[in-house]
Structures are given as structure tokens and as C-alpha cells.
């Protein structure tokens, strides 16, 4: 992370790791707050690269580029009117996102250009409020990663036992283990969390999933749980289906569906990650081969 301030003309240069959920449930009241997912994720060490130029200007001008090119990016556009009325003056801002991993492949990047965009724009408002709140309540109004936020805020592995910011979790030992991903291509989050037959699927598993996964928070357990989870909700793709069972049958932990997305993961000792690697490449997949993250922020 890099901050330059210089007679108010703000540089700022961070980056926020990526998230994978295995399994989930939906909590969904009124108040967008304590709106969300329960189930496990882990934050990882690929994500979005972000920087910011903020020069004090006659009215709040705010542009956002991706790949070299100017473009409306809706979380960060949400994020920004959510904080504009706290900046400390008017400011031209200009951001930039560059992404380590796929973009809505299940990886958490609409979280993370959430996060990137209100932790840049805290540098230049009087607000006390912690950023990340604005990221999570802007993530679940543009319904992108629906509590990545939290994963990527407090990083590491985790059963995360409710919705919000706030919320409490178990750890989950990951030690001695590399996460090894593979995105085969994108799926909407919108369109899977705005079906109700597909979301009373999710909330009946991913109580079930989560009622095992506490009683036996292990990896190889927590793991079989995602496995159970991905099948059971009927959310993945034959080809994923596949692969997760090809790996599944030559790893030491359980492959599973990342949520939400035409993607696998699984946990793998040294050892096995050759094999692992070499049979997620068959399927024409960008691999990912990553450490479980802490939050730098």
C-alpha cells in the first residue's frame, strides 16, 4: 500500500485479496447492514490492484478505468455516492482496477473493488465510519459478492456463523495446505440469488453444510461440505461437475464448486499439486495456486 499526499492532491496505490466461499446460506432483512451469507471462505493472496488520483477540482468529478479504459463500474459508482457528502473538499478523482483473478468467476473481485474504492475514498473524507462498512452495504445493493467483504476484512479461512460486517467466525486450519483454483468462465450472481427455487435450495443445504462444518470445523470435513453443498443445489455445471470429481478422487481433501461461479477449488498438500494443477489445465482452466490471505488493511 501506497499513500502520497501532496497540498491535498491524493495518490493512493492498494491492493485486496480475493475470496472463495465454498458454501453458504442467505440472510435477508430490510436492513442492508446485517444483510448477507453465512458459510466458509477464505480470503486468498491473488486480487485487485487499485490506485487512485484525487486533485482538489471546482465539483466532485468521479471516473473509473479498467484494462487501460474509462468505464462505469456500478459497486464503485455506488460506494462513491454513498461517501461523496464526507469528502473534506471537491475533488477530481480518477481510479484504477487491475485484477489478478476472473471477474465474476466466483472470486470475491466485486467485493474487492468495493473495498479498494471505500478504503481510497477514506483518505479524502471526514468520516469516522470504518470504509469497509460502505463496501459491504455497497456490495450487497449491487448484489455481487453478498459478504465477501467480510472474508476479505478479516482474511484468512473461516465459518463465518452469520451475516454482516460483524459477524462471528471459527477459524479453519489451513495450515501446510496451498488453495488451488481453477475459472473455467463467469456466472451471475444476480441471476442465481434472484431465483427462489435456487435460493431455498442454498438455505436448506448450506444450514446443513454449516451445522456439520461447526461440529467438525476441520478442513477435510469443511471441505466434504462444500463438495455435499455444490451437488446438492444443483448449482454447477457438468463440466464442473466433472472436474470436481476427477479431483476429488486423486486429492487428499474434497474438491468443490466456488461460489458463485463456473470454477472448483480444493485444498492440497505439496505434493499433490502437480496432478492437481495438470488435471485443472486439462479443462482449458486458468489455474490459481494461492496462500490463504491475512488482512493487510
Not at 458454501?23 to 486480487?47: H, L, M, N, R
Request: proline fraction near 3%; charge should be negative; include cysteine.
Amino acid at each position: 500500500m501506497f499513500i502520497c499526499i501532496f497540498q491535498r492532491i491524493v495518490r493512493i496505490d492498494t491492493f485486496i485479496p480475493g475470496a472463495i466461499t465454498g458454501f453458504f446460506g442467505i440472510v435477508d432483512p430490510s436492513d442492508t447492514k446485517e444483510e448477507g451469507t453465512y458459510g466458509f471462505s477464505a480470503s486468498v493472496s491473488q486480487g485487485m490492484h487499485i490506485e487512485m488520483d484525487a486533485s482538489p477540482s471546482e465539483k466532485n468529478v468521479f471516473k473509473t478505468f479498467s484494462s487501460g479504459g474509462i468505464c462505469e463500474i456500478e459497486v464503485s459508482k455506488i460506494v462513491y455516492l454513498m461517501m461523496r457528502d464526507t469528502f473534506d473538499d471537491n475533488y477530481d478523482i480518477k481510479m484504477s482496477f487491475v485484477n489478478d483473478l476472473p471477474i465474476g468467476a466466483g472470486y470475491g473481485m466485486s467485493a474487492a473493488t468495493a473495498m479498494g474504492t471505500a478504503f481510497c475514498l477514506s483518505k479524502i473524507s471526514k468520516s469516522t465510519r470504518y470504509f469497509a462498512e460502505y463496501a459491504y452495504e455497497a456490495d450487497i445493493m449491487a448484489m455481487g459478492g453478498y459478504g465477501d467483504v467480510t472474508t476479505q476484512s478479516k482474511g484468512g479461512a473461516m465459518l463465518k456463523l452469520g451475516p454482516g460486517l460483524y459477524a462471528d467466525s471459527i477459524g479453519v486450519d489451513c495450515k501446510g495446505l496451498k488453495l488451488i483454483s481453477a475459472s473455467i468462465g463467469p456466472i451471475s450472481t444476480k441471476s442465481v440469488l434472484g431465483d427462489p427455487t435456487i435460493t431455498s435450495r442454498i438455505n436448506k443445504w448450506g444450514a446443513k453444510c454449516m451445522g456439520s462444518s461447526i461440529r467438525d470445523p476441520s478442513i477435510e470435513n469443511v471441505m466434504r461440505q462444500c463438495n455435499m453443498f455444490s451437488k446438492k443445489t444443483n448449482l454447477m455445471t457438468p463440466r464442473i461437475e466433472e472436474a470436481v470429481d476427477r479431483i476429488s478422487n486423486i486429492n487428499k481433501l474434497s474438491a468443490s464448486m466456488v461460489m458463485i461461479g463456473e470454477s472448483l477449488f480444493t485444498f492440497s498438500y505439496e505434493e499433490d499439486i502437480p496432478d492437481v494443477v495438470s488435471m485443472m489445465q486439462g479443462y482449458g482452466a486458468d489455474v490459481f495456486i494461492s496462500d490463504i490471505c491475512g488482512c493487510k488493511l
